[in-house]
């Protein structure tokens, strides 16, 4: 029964893990959720569901580990639930991080069309472009194989370094040369990330 369920799942989490995304009972309480804030806000056509911070705290379950291994990447249960999600609400759009443990895009399954993906590439190295060297490369890799499979995607891009808020971040020709733009062309949207609390000398651009 759906208690026995919800108690197994219970004992596969964690401390600071994700949603179980295979879990009916988390869909319907999320799905619930979002249709009250819709109801609420009739001209909302977007809402951002997404995984909290931290890497490697995705649900483990039987089911959410058959997805994933089948999709060769936990973004495999990921777009599962987010599909769900977007033909629930056939009439809006549901957007989603692909972030740190989901940056790579499953195998084998696509976006619904209302399914917007927002790319980040928190952990690329930046002092030269995204091309010039292997984080960077890791990434566009992982843009290129999700730009073959959705032309619905947001990019999250930084121009902050965490670990000294106040240093400079001259990075407006580092993320994106000209010959990359068979792949940005499947961009939608571009979102870089320049402010933290007050600590940033540009936190009104955040």
């Known amino acids: 029964n759906s208690s026995a369920a919800s108690d197994v799942y219970k004992r596969q989490r964690h401390p600071g893990a994700q949603w179980c995304l295979t879990n009916?009972?988390?869909?319907?309480i999320v799905s619930q959720r979002i249709d009250s804030i819709f109801k609420a806000n009739p001209e909302q056509k977007?809402?951002?569901?997404?995984q909290n911070d931290g890497n490697n705290t995705n649900c483990t379950c039987p089911e959410c580990k058959k997805l994933d291994d089948a999709a060769g990447s936990p973004s495999g249960s990921l777009i599962y639930f987010m599909n769900k999600l977007a033909k629930r609400f056939p009439d809006k759009?549901?957007?989603?991080?692909?972030y740190l443990y989901t940056m790579n895009p499953p195998k084998n399954v696509k976006p619904e069309p209302n399914v917007v993906v927002m790319l980040c590439d928190i952990d690329c190295d930046r002092e030269v472009s995204l091309t010039e060297n292997a984080s960077g490369q890791y990434f566009m890799k992982a843009l290129k194989g999700w730009s073959?499979?959705?032309d619905n995607i947001f990019l999250w891009d930084?121009?902050?370094n965490f670990d000294c808020y106040l240093s400079p971040f001259p990075n407006p020709t580092?993320?994106?040369?000209?010959q990359n733009f068979p792949v940005i062309q499947h961009l939608q949207f571009l979102h870089i990330y320049c402010g933290y609390y007050k600590f940033s000398n540009s936190t009104e651009l955040g």
């Open 174 to 178: 580092s993320t994106f040369p000209p």
């Open 148 to 150: 073959d499979i959705t």
């Open 93 to 98: 759009e549901i957007s989603t991080l692909a």
């Open 24 to 28: 009916p009972e988390v869909f319907e």
């Open 158 to 160: 930084y121009g902050i």
């Open 46 to 50: 977007i809402i951002s569901v997404s």
